[in-house]
């Protein structure tokens, strides 16, 4: 995911954050070209639909409300191996 790819997310993220803390707070959102795809109870729910539509291509998984201290693609850190249940 490129610098610019991970900026436009974010900056798309923060253009909806007090619609998304409202609706969906605690909920892992998907964010793809600027985009909401969906909110999900769980991380894993979230990589899981997210890999299911886009597959290798880029996209942002944030938890509404949760600290920005670590920022990470999620279509780079996770794999179904590392799923819960």
Do not use: C
């Amino acid at each position: 995911m490129s610098e610019n790819h991970i900026e436009r997310e974010i900056a798309a993220y923060e253009v909806m954050k007090a619609d998304l803390e409202k609706n969906h707070m605690g909920k892992h959102v998907v964010i793809k070209d600027g985009q909401l795809i969906g909110a999900y109870d769980t991380f894993d729910a979230a990589a899981r639909e997210a890999l299911q539509k886009f597959g290798s291509e880029p996209f942002m998984i944030r938890q509404v409300g949760a600290p920005e201290s670590v920022r990470v693609p999620a279509s780079v850190a996770w794999r179904p191996i590392h799923a819960s249940g």
